[in-house]
Nanobody
Framework: QIQLVESGGGSVQAGGSLRLSCVLS????????MGWFRQAPGKEREMVAS???????TYGPSVQGRFTISRDSAKNTLYLQMNNLKPEDTAMYYC?????????????????WGRGTQVTVSS
């Protein structure tokens, strides 16, 4: 069983930036497709960004052009650089993984979850 541990969340003002990190342990990082999801109170969990482990990335429409997903295999770490943050980006952000090469565009595709890191954006 792998472990996913997120960090980097916090409180920022609108227009600010944060970088989230997710460390995978327990198996080879290179074997996994990775992604970021978020969930705000009273809302469904939604895909933010996905790295399909084949060189392709996918972004949710509300973050396209503002967020960037990347991975560092040497550090077993997935990143999410979030720029120009908006109050509507406020949510718990979860790291997600699944073995193989698949775009994690839906929560149902995910096999492993981190515990989440809170991001709060004030206006």
């Amino acid at each position: 069983q792998i472990q996913l541990v997120e960090s980097g969340g916090g409180s920022v003002q609108a227009g600010g930036s944060l970088r989230l990190s997710c460390v995978l342990s327990g198996y080879s990082f290179s074997a996994y497709s990775m992604g970021w999801f978020r969930q705000a109170p009273g809302k469904e969990r939604e895909m933010v960004a996905s790295d399909a482990n084949d060189g392709s990335t996918t972004y949710g429409p509300s973050v396209q052009g503002r967020f960037t997903i990347s991975r560092d295999s040497a550090k077993n770490t997935l990143y999410l650089q979030m720029n120009n943050l908006k109050p509507e980006d406020t949510a718990m952000y979860y790291c997600a993984a699944r073995p193989g090469r698949i775009s994690l565009t839906r929560a149902g595709f995910v096999s492993d979850w981190g515990r989440g890191t809170q991001v709060t954006v004030s206006s």
